[in-house]
C-alpha cells in the first residue's frame, strides 16, 4: 500500500510539476507589485504622520514657552505695581525684585533701572537688581545696586524699549556681563510716577538655558534637533550645522506673544528610517515566502495522501476580557465652586466609588455669564483610569478658559487624548454650555448617556448624537446640539453606573426607574443637593445589598433665572469655599478660585497676592514638616467689601504678631521674614486672629467701595 501511495505521489508531481512553476512566478509578480504599492503608501502615512507629531509638539512647545513668558509678564507687571507704590522709598525696590525672583519660576533675575538722578542720594545711576546664584550646588539670591558708568543701562534695549512703549516688550537675547553672568532673555515694562511720567522700567531675565528644555518637548524623532528665533532673526537657542548633502525637513511655530520662532529639523533618512527597515524586512520575507512556496509545491505532492487523512483541528483560545466598572477616583477634585457671580444657578454633583480609584468625573466652572459643566467615564480601571480622568479634567478646564463651542472644546480634548493614548483607553463624555442670560443650552456628545430635563409636567431625555468617545479616533468631527430650557428646569446628567446598577436578582435600575424617581412629584422644585439624595437613595433602596459593580455618579443643574434687575437681590452676600492641603504646590488654585468671586479687575490680582502670602504662611508654620493637614478658606462677598476667613487646625500660630518689616532698610541689613505680612497689610484693610477651638482663624477684609 504505502509503494502505491509513492507511485500516486509521484505521477501528481509530474502532473503538477509545469502548473506549480508558473504559479510561483505569478504570486512572486503579486507579491513584488503589492510591495512597491504598500510601499509609497506607507511613505506618504509615515509623512503626514511626521507633520502631525511635528505640529503637535510644536504647540505644546508653544504652550510651555507661553506659560513662561505669561508668568514673566504677570510677575514683571505686579514688580512695576508695587514699585510705584513704593517710589518714596528706594531701598524697597530690592525687596520687590528679590521677592519677585524667589516667587516666580524660570525667572533668574529682576530689575529695576531709574532715569538718571532720580535718587540724587543713590547717585546718577540706580538699578536694584537680584539674581540667582549657583554655590556649592544651593541656589542663593544675591540683591546688589548695579547701575554704574561701566554699567550703564540707558542705552541698553530693555531700558530704552521701557521708556518708550508701554506694555511688556521682550528684547533680543543677550549676556549680562554686570548681573547674573549669562546669556538673557529679558521682559521690560514702564514705572510711572503718581502724575503718570515714567520714572523707571521693570526688568525680568528668563536664562536661555530654560529654553533649552523646550527640547523635552520636541524630540519627534532620535537626531531630530530644534531652534528657536527672535523677531529680528537671533538665534535664543541655535540649532546644530546641519550635514552637506543630508536632506532634512522643517516644521515651524511663530509664537504672536514673544514675536519667536520655534523650528523642528528632521533628517529624511531619520524619518523614513523605520520604512526602509521593514522594506529590507518585507524583502527577506518576500524571498523566504517564495522558497516556502517553492518548497510546499514540491512537498504538497508528497503529502497529498495524508492530507485527505488530515481533519484539521481548529484550537480555540479562550480569553474572557471583563472591562470592569469605572472606579471612583480618589485624585478628583474636592472643590465644589459655589457660583457666586451665577444666582440664578444652583447645582449639586456626587459620585460614589466602587473601589478605591476609578475614572468617573464631572467638572464645571464659569466664565462670562456662560456656565460650563461636564460629566464623563474613562473606560478601564485602576491607577491609569484614574490618570486619563486627571489629564481629561485638565483640559477641560483649559478649553473653557479659552474656548466657548462645547464642538470645539470637545474636538481639541478627543485630539490631545487621541495623541496621547498609548493604552487604547477612552473616554465618553458630555460637555455642555449653559447662557445663565437666556437659557440657551449648547452641547457635545461624545459616546455618553443622554441627560435627561426636568420641567414643570414634562420629563425627556435630551437629543443627543451619539459621537465616539475620546481617545478612539484623532480628527473626529463633533457637533454642537442647542436647546433652551425655562426657568425652574432641572437638567440631570449621570454616569451609567447609575442606570446598570444591579439588585441581588441583576435586574438593572435602568431607565424607566429613572425617570418614574425625577417624574415623581415637586421633584423639580427640590434643591439640587435634595434631587441627586433622592435618586442616590431610590438605587440603595433597589440595589439593597449587592455589591457596587461600578461608580455611581450624579450632577443636578437646576436654572432658577433669578431677575438680576431686583433691587432686592443688590445687596445679596455671596459666599464661597476653597480647601486646600498644606501643599505649597497648590498655591496656583487660589488665582482660579479667586476669579468666580468676580472682584473688580483692579483688585483681583493684588487681593490674591496678598491671599497667596496668608495661605502659604498657614501652610509653612502651622503643621509641623511631613504631617499632613488642610486650610479652609472661607470668602463672603457684599456689594461694599469682602472678607477672606482662613482657619487650620495646625499648632497656635498668629502672623499678625510678626514685627513690621522695617523697609527703609537696605535688603542686606533687614532680617529674614515679616515682608509677606507686610505686604498683607498693605493690600488688606483690617486684619485679625483668633485661636477659638483648637483651631488658628486669620481673617482678612478688603473694602469695594
Known amino acids: 500500500m504505502i509503494e502505491v501511495d509513492k507511485k500516486q505521489v509521484s505521477t501528481l508531481m509530474k502532473k503538477n510539476g509545469h502548473s506549480g512553476l508558473w504559479m510561483l512566478i505569478l504570486v512572486a509578480v503579486l507579491l513584488e507589485s503589492t510591495a512597491c504599492i504598500q510601499y509609497f503608501y506607507t511613505r506618504n502615512v509615515v509623512r503626514q504622520e511626521t507633520i502631525r507629531r511635528a505640529e503637535s509638539e510644536l504647540r505644546r512647545a508653544e504652550l510651555e514657552i507661553n506659560v513662561v513668558t505669561t508668568q514673566v509678564e504677570m510677575a514683571v507687571k505686579m514688580m512695576a505695581y508695587?514699585?510705584?507704590?513704593?517710589?518714596?522709598?528706594?531701598?524697597?525696590?530690592?525687596?520687590?525684585?528679590?521677592?519677585?525672583?524667589?516667587?516666580?519660576?524660570?525667572?533668574?533675575?529682576?530689575?529695576?533701572?531709574?532715569?538718571?538722578?532720580?535718587?540724587?542720594?543713590?547717585?546718577?545711576?540706580?538699578?536694584?537688581?537680584?539674581?540667582?546664584?549657583?554655590?556649592?550646588?544651593?541656589?542663593?539670591?544675591?540683591?546688589?545696586?548695579?547701575?554704574?558708568?561701566?554699567?550703564?543701562?540707558?542705552?541698553?534695549?530693555?531700558?530704552?524699549?521701557?521708556?518708550?512703549?508701554?506694555?511688556?516688550?521682550?528684547?533680543?537675547?543677550?549676556?549680562?556681563?554686570?548681573?547674573?553672568?549669562?546669556?538673557?532673555?529679558?521682559?521690560?515694562?514702564?514705572?510711572?510716577?503718581?502724575?503718570?511720567?515714567?520714572?523707571?522700567?521693570?526688568?525680568?531675565?528668563?536664562?536661555?538655558?530654560?529654553?533649552?528644555?523646550?527640547?523635552?518637548?520636541?524630540?519627534?524623532?532620535?537626531?531630530?534637533f530644534y531652534s528657536i528665533t527672535s523677531g529680528k532673526g537671533n538665534h535664543l537657542v541655535e540649532a546644530p550645522d546641519t550635514l552637506p548633502g543630508r536632506k532634512y525637513s522643517v516644521f515651524s511655530e511663530f509664537i504672536e506673544s514673544t514675536g519667536w520662532d520655534i523650528a523642528i529639523i528632521i533628517p529624511d533618512d531619520v524619518i523614513y528610517a523605520d520604512l526602509r527597515r521593514m522594506g529590507r524586512f518585507v524583502t527577506i520575507m518576500m524571498i523566504i515566502g517564495l522558497l516556502l512556496l517553492l518548497f510546499i509545491v514540491y512537498r504538497s505532492a508528497v503529502n497529498i495522501l495524508n492530507l485527505f487523512k488530515i481533519s484539521g483541528q481548529n484550537e480555540r483560545m479562550g480569553s474572557e476580557l471583563r472591562i470592569a466598572s469605572k472606579i471612583q477616583e480618589s485624585m478628583l477634585p474636592k472643590i465644589f465652586p459655589p457660583f457666586t457671580n451665577c444666582r440664578n444657578m444652583e447645582m449639586y454633583g456626587s459620585i460614589i466609588p466602587a473601589k478605591e480609584v476609578g475614572g468617573d468625573l464631572y467638572d464645571f466652572c464659569v466664565h462670562d455669564k456662560k456656565l460650563f459643566f461636564c460629566v464623563g467615564d474613562v473606560s478601564g480601571k485602576g491607577v491609569p483610569a484614574s490618570l486619563v480622568m486627571a489629564v481629561t479634567m485638565s483640559l477641560f478646564r483649559y478649553m473653557t478658559a479659552h474656548e466657548a463651542e462645547p464642538a470645539r472644546i470637545v474636538t481639541e480634548m478627543n485630539n490631545t487624548l487621541a495623541d496621547m493614548n498609548d493604552s487604547n483607553m477612552f473616554v465618553t463624555l458630555i460637555v455642555c454650555v449653559l447662557d445663565t442670560e437666556n437659557g440657551t443650552l449648547r452641547y457635545c456628545n461624545a459616546g455618553h448617556n443622554a441627560p435627561l430635563l426636568c420641567s414643570q409636567g414634562d420629563l425627556r431625555f435630551l437629543d443627543v448624537e451619539a459621537n465616539l468617545p475620546l481617545g478612539i479616533l484623532s480628527g473626529f468631527s463633533f457637533k454642537s446640539q442647542q436647546v433652551t430650557i425655562s426657568r425652574g428646569d432641572t437638567l440631570f446628567l449621570y454616569t451609567d453606573g447609575l442606570t446598570e446598577a444591579e439588585n441581588i436578582e441583576k435586574e438593572l435600575f435602568g431607565d424607566d426607574r429613572l425617570k418614574a424617581v425625577l417624574a415623581s412629584d415637586k421633584f423639580v422644585e427640590l434643591s439640587a443637593k435634595a434631587q441627586v439624595e433622592k435618586v442616590r437613595n431610590e438605587v440603595g433602596s433597589f440595589v439593597g445589598k449587592a455589591e457596587q459593580s461600578d461608580d455611581l455618579t450624579m450632577l443636578s443643574v437646576r436654572y432658577l433665572q433669578v431677575d438680576e434687575s431686583d433691587d432686592s437681590l443688590k445687596d445679596e452676600t455671596l459666599r464661597s469655599s476653597l480647601v486646600m492641603r498644606n501643599d505649597i504646590q497648590q498655591i496656583p488654585t487660589l488665582a482660579e478660585w479667586v476669579d468666580t468671586l468676580s472682584l473688580p479687575d483692579a483688585l483681583n490680582m493684588t487681593i490674591n497676592l496678598a491671599l497667596e502670602e496668608a495661605v502659604s504662611n498657614v501652610m509653612l508654620y502651622a503643621y509641623p514638616e511631613g504631617k499632613s493637614g488642610s486650610v479652609l478658606i472661607d470668602a463672603t462677598k457684599t456689594e461694599h467689601d469682602v472678607t477672606f476667613v482662613i482657619s487650620d487646625s495646625g499648632k497656635p500660630f498668629d502672623p499678625t504678631q510678626q514685627k513690621e518689616a522695617d523697609i527703609t532698610l537696605s535688603a542686606e541689613e533687614r532680617n529674614i521674614g515679616g515682608l509677606g505680612i507686610h505686604l498683607v497689610r498693605q493690600i488688606m484693610d483690617e486684619i485679625s486672629y483668633e485661636r477659638k477651638d483648637d483651631k488658628n482663624y486669620l481673617t482678612l477684609v478688603k473694602k469695594l467701595s
Open 82 to 224: 508695587l514699585a510705584e507704590r513704593e517710589l518714596q522709598h528706594p531701598d524697597s525696590m530690592f525687596s520687590i525684585t528679590r521677592m519677585m525672583v524667589e516667587q516666580t519660576p524660570n525667572m533668574v533675575g529682576a530689575a529695576i533701572g531709574f532715569v538718571p538722578d532720580y535718587y540724587p542720594d543713590k547717585g546718577r545711576l540706580f538699578e536694584a537688581y537680584s539674581h540667582e546664584e549657583e554655590n556649592n550646588d544651593k541656589t542663593r539670591i544675591l540683591t546688589r545696586q548695579i547701575g554704574s558708568e561701566e554699567h550703564n543701562y540707558l542705552s541698553m534695549e530693555w531700558f530704552e524699549n521701557g521708556m518708550s512703549i508701554d506694555s511688556c516688550w521682550w528684547c533680543e537675547p543677550y549676556y549680562d556681563n554686570a548681573g547674573a553672568k549669562q546669556t538673557l532673555v529679558s521682559c521690560s515694562y514702564p514705572i510711572r510716577d503718581a502724575s503718570g511720567r515714567i520714572v523707571a522700567v521693570a526688568l525680568a531675565d528668563v536664562a536661555i538655558a530654560h529654553l533649552q528644555r523646550v527640547s523635552e518637548y520636541l524630540k519627534v524623532y532620535p537626531e531630530c
